[in-house]
């Protein structure tokens, strides 16, 4: 164990303390919900856009709460969905009296406490819509690509509909955005480590020193291919022709790209995985032209990183350009 | 083994052919010298900023070229030296007539390699100052403060000078301001793990797995105690009291925090040091104004953390405010 953390169960609660003591001028709780966090300021006038999920995923999902992002945030434990209750508090303290959509990741425990909330808020007079992240191209076959595991694609969901619910759109429209982006992306994965939950101390899944995991999702779920650990440039052209024969881009695309890492893998070897992705667009002709390279959802300490593809037009390029803010996001 | 990598021989060249390909509006290679990478644009008119260092610590150097930051780099194989020609092309790309400094971390080799190119800058007609980051208050006691390592305070020297070249601060003032902000910073540091060379595929260091570094410098060197890891309060309050006892700011002090992760210790857990940091400053009666909480200044996948402190006064503050931009960072 190679943690710096206090007691595994105050783990959680903690880190929330010491983002809410750095960022009180930008993040701050709703009320009577401690697990709730919400952009500061009024939600008025604006679309709300409530996300939420398991914790251990940092920038994802509490650094996405900012201006031309989410608004709300529902924390849950270490790989654990937030509770109905929760996502609800967040809900309230979003809401500008457009509605809130809600848009997360594609998992059972999210999909089925952000449904109870749905209803909780319709009570209290919010209306909701849902829009399912699902960008992981390896963990389903395209003739269920519905049922796909939402990885670090979700960040550029956040960013097209955070921009969309900035300027003004209406809930159906910042929906629309949403829905829009992701199917316009795919993401595909690789581990080469475990994560170790605090709580546990013991690693998710087992992975040998040496050996790869492609497609592996975020809390450890099965991959594509479990092998021995190949070069960068090998891993990489596994990851683009799996995103790229499932997208299939119309020839000259002009797309964005996120290399992410997921936690414990350096810098430097991104920008490995970037430079074949570059060369294997090129091939493909489809052109680069925009690209976020760095940790923007990861899983603990697991070394490994992702790919996402995202096919771009004039409407979602200049969403993605918009300025946005959080602690752990500016552009 | 854990790398995404291809040949290991070839891993610098590859990584800088990944960043130039990614950000070719922004960083360019100075004429003749693929190992020195500056700014793009005419440096004419500002003092010029070149650092350097081994690679292995992205975002340091290279990251930290750009707007309102340095103006070049020369980039050394990982955790080596550059040479003395390759830190002269990146001066002779960022001279604008008004002379360069040298900003760069107390390290033998880069002493030794930055001093000559400074004799080779003078043939050529250029006018270098040389400052030292040395803010590791662990690596060596107070009365040989000036043999301290430089590790991830750089980041706020940057920001400093960077800030007054960018407004057209002459040399001596730039290289004052650069002398001031370091002298009125320390950091303490942590490993939870050793860094793994790709060349060599080993462990830089052994620190058995549940063992802590404190003090322990960002290729390996020795630290201060090395024992059983223990909770991030105490490894916080072992690291804050180490800087505050040498810095020891006046009662009252507006501060600087930046907590820094090495490389594979999640986000999750800076944030528990910032914490306890906070709490720890505010006993001591110093108040956190400013604050950077992330990968900063790595050490390639080792686990760990560094806090440094920076006393801030009103220069300072309107230096480390002003706008910066590179594609590593951007404020």
Avoid at 122 to 129: K, L, P, V
Avoid at 133 to 160: F, I, N, Q, W
Avoid at 231 to 252: F, K, Q, T
């Amino acid at each position: 164990m190679r943690k710096l953390i206090n007691d595994p169960d105050n783990f959680v609660d903690e880190v929330l303390d010491g983002i809410l003591l750095a960022h009180p001028d930008e993040l701050v709780t709703a009320p009577g919900e401690p697990r709730a966090i919400v952009r500061a300021g009024s939600p008025a006038g604006r679309v709300g856009i409530v996300t939420g999920g398991g914790s251990g995923h940092l920038p994802v999902f509490l650094g996405y709460v900012g201006i031309g992002l989410c608004s709300g945030v529902a924390v849950g434990n270490v790989f654990s969905s937030p509770s109905a209750e929760q996502i609800l508090a967040a809900t309230k303290a979003s809401d500008g009296g457009k509605g809130v959509l809600y848009l997360f990741g594609n998992y059972g425990g999210d999909v089925m406490n952000f449904g109870l909330a749905a209803d909780l808020a319709e009570f209290e007079g919010i209306s909701t819509q849902t829009v399912l992240v699902h960008d992981d191209v390896l963990s389903a076959p395209a003739e269920k690509a519905d049922t796909r595991r939402g990885v670090a694609g979700m960040v550029l969901a956040y960013k097209c509909a955070g921009a969309a619910a900035e300027r003004g759109d209406s809930l159906p429209e910042v929906a629309r955005i949403a829905v829009k982006a992701i199917a316009s992306m795919r993401t595909a994965g690789v581990g080469l480590s475990p994560a170790i939950l605090p709580a546990a101390g013991k690693p998710t899944f087992e992975l040998p020193d040496g050996d790869m995991e492609i497609g592996i999702g975020i809390h450890g779920e099965p991959g594509s291919h479990r092998g021995p650990l190949e070069s960068a440039d090998e891993v990489a052209d596994r990851m683009v022709n799996a995103i790229m024969d499932d997208l299939a881009p119309a020839e000259g695309s002009e797309v964005m790209v996120l290399v992410n890492g997921l936690g414990a893998t350096p810098l430097e070897e991104l920008y490995l995985l970037y430079r074949r992705a570059h060369q294997l667009l090129a091939e493909r002709g489809s052109r680069i032209v925009r690209k976020y390279i760095g940790e923007y959802a990861t899983s603990l300490e697991m070394a490994g990183a992702s790919i996402t593809v995202l096919v771009l037009d004039r409407e979602l390029t200049e969403l993605i350009d918009a300025p946005a803010s959080s602690p752990f996001f500016r552009q």
